[in-house]
């Protein structure tokens, strides 16, 4: 009976993920959760429940066994890092991983591709930083040759506000007659002095 469970169990698993399966340990009677094995088993599956989506990473392709890494580290890596007398600096780890990953793969082309593009990128990305100063030393020089050809543009200075002329009165203080240098006293013609009507 229990292997019959156990294989029912990964068949869940395996077919519809872990949600089921932790769905039924909630199930399980506290008299059995209390004990030390079975909670270390229970913490374990809950901590790995988004590492056991299995029916998303089947319907994408991807294998679900750990058989395939392990092969492929010992094929891959293994046979090309560690042979006899081999000693690698750890920057140039990455890049032969890379080569002999798309041999393994067989895509060697597109590998190369890619690796051309990705040259041609840092090219001009390098090229790019190095004009950049350039570019603004040369800007800065127009603009110091341009003030020194160009004549200065004179700013007027501000005009000087000119004090104001108080007017004497239009209208004698406290009354409402007009004074003398109301608008309406003053000659309309006026006549030179010396000259007389006759």
Not at 113 to 142: D, F
């Amino acid at each position: 009976m229990p292997a019959d469970i156990v294989e029912r169990s990964l068949h869940i698993v395996k077919h519809r993920g872990p949600r089921p399966l932790l769905r039924l340990l909630d199930r399980v009677p506290p008299a059995i959760c209390e004990r030390d094995a079975v909670q270390v088993q229970i913490r374990y599956f809950r901590k790995r429940e988004s590492l056991m989506q299995y029916p998303s990473y089947r319907a994408q392709g991807w294998p679900i066994g750990s058989g395939i890494v392990e092969s492929a580290n010992k094929l891959v890596v293994q046979a090309r890092l560690k042979g006899a007398g081999m000693h690698w600096a750890p920057a140039h780890v990455n890049p032969m991983l890379a080569l002999r990953t798309s041999v393994c793969n067989d895509r060697w082309d597109e590998s190369f591709q890619q690796a051309e593009l990705h040259q041609i990128k840092l090219r001009l990305q390098q090229r790019r930083e190095r004009a950049h100063p350039r570019l603004l030393a040369l800007a800065s020089s127009l603009v110091k040759l341009s003030l020194y050809l160009c004549p200065a543009l004179s700013v007027p200075p501000p005009p000087i506000p000119l004090p104001r002329v108080s007017s004497p009165p239009a209208m004698i203080a406290g009354t409402s007659r007009p004074s003398p240098h109301h608008p309406w006293k003053r000659a309309l013609v006026t006549h030179p002095k010396g000259s007389a009507k006759k």
